[in-house]
């Protein structure tokens, strides 16, 4: 036995919990994909999308208040190097005038140490003063990196908080026919709880539930058929559920060629289904007497149909109609079918 669904179907769960605050439509209603079908609310995601709002407009702030800094600190270290470089460069005429003058023997010995130890002093000093600069400046920038990478990482996670936010009211993923909406005003949702499906209108399969007895032989592709309105359709297996529920399995099937004019979701069909490829073989109705031998032998009617005998035979395959007899019988042969439970251990039956 098999149900006609959609070949496509779109489950619908809850990406956020919270309580049924509204519902915009029910089932039964054809929708586009982006239409709003439920709002649900968070009061817990709310109270956390306002903190982290609040820890981004301290950061942000922070951010700027560092950039101010960072804006004043280049300005005292320009002064800092204008005032040395200014004083070098009067040092610089003074320890030059100097050199003449003590060329000329015209200031002693000790003016002229002293003016050469203060000239290099100020080199010095300017080259430790930019060393300082370019450290405490390599320090200042690592640490604006820093906030400006916190920012964004804050900026990050406050626009994941309000896109959970927008995940309250769930949208139709795609346009389809509502089949099931599973919610009530105030009812309470998990993260992930399924709400319902949506069928996509754009063809049909067929789902089966087969006896778990033929799960070993039954596989992909295989074949089967139905008979609906006077006339015979293909289908093919196209999928296995291989979990067994209640003594059962599912398979998908789709239709082999064009589907069937007017069918319609939830339509049940009888289908044959193929287990193996067609053979010639010769057949064996099924009856009671299975239970009694097993298949090992049966009752064989003599010539002339007033007695029947014990004969081993050999069964293969199976359906619901017959079994396949490989050893012991032959086309025309006669049967009893009929349960042997009565019979007792007798090797002959005779027809009265």
């Known amino acids: ?9 779109h489950f619908l769960s809850a990406e956020e919990g919270g309580r049924v605050e509204e519902i915009y439509l029910r089932a039964g209603t054809m929708v586009k994909k982006g239409d709003p079908l439920l709002k649900l609310n968070n009061a817990t995601l709310a109270l956390d999308i306002m903190w982290r709002e609040s820890d981004f407009f301290t950061a942000t702030n922070n951010l700027r208040a560092t950039r101010l800094s960072m804006e004043q600190f280049q300005l005292q270290l320009r002064n ?8 070098l460069q009067q040092e610089k005429r003074k320890h030059d005038r100097t050199i003449e003058l003590y060329k000329g023997l015209l200031i002693s010995q000790h003016e002229y140490e ?8 100020l080199v010095k000093k300017k080259e430790i003063t930019l060393e300082s600069q370019r450290n405490d400046t390599a320090f200042r920038k690592a640490q604006l990196d820093g906030i400006e990478d916190s920012v964004r990482r804050l900026d990050a996670s406050l626009s994941a ?3 959970r936010l927008e995940n309250l009211v769930v949208r139709a993923p795609v346009s389809g026919f509502v089949t099931a909406l599973n919610a009530e005003i105030g009812e309470s949702k998990t993260m992930g709880q399924s709400l319902g499906q949506i069928d996509i209108l754009e063809g049909f399969k067929v789902r089966a539930q087969i006896d778990e007895h033929y799960l070993p032989r039954t596989a992909v592709d295989r074949t089967g058929s139905f008979t609906l309105a006077g006339r015979a359709f293909g289908l093919v297996v196209k999928k296995i559920y291989p ?3 209640e003594g059962r399995f599912e398979v998908d099937l789709e239709f082999a060629g064009d589907e069937p004019p007017g069918i319609t979701r939830g339509q049940t069909l009888h289908i044959d289904l193929n287990l193996s490829e067609v053979s010639e073989a010769v057949l064996l109705p099924r009856g ?17 149909g007033k007695a029947a005998v014990k004969r081993p035979v050999k069964l293969g395959r199976y359906n619901t109609d017959a079994f396949e007899v490989l050893e012991g019988l032959e086309p025309g042969d006669e ?6 439970e009565s019979f007792g251990d007798i090797g002959r039956l005779v027809f009265k």
């Open 1 to 9: 036995m098999g149900n006609v669904i959609p070949r496509q179907i």
């Open 80 to 87: 800092e190097i204008n005032d040395v470089e200014n004083e």
């Open 114 to 121: 002293l003016a050469m130890d203060q000239y290099d002093y």
């Open 161 to 163: 908080a309000r896109k």
């Open 243 to 245: 979990e067994v529920l």
């Open 288 to 304: 009671g007497f299975y239970t009694s031998t097993g298949g090992n032998w049966v009752f064989l009617v003599e010539a002339g």
């Open 335 to 340: 049967v009893v079918t009929s349960s042997y």
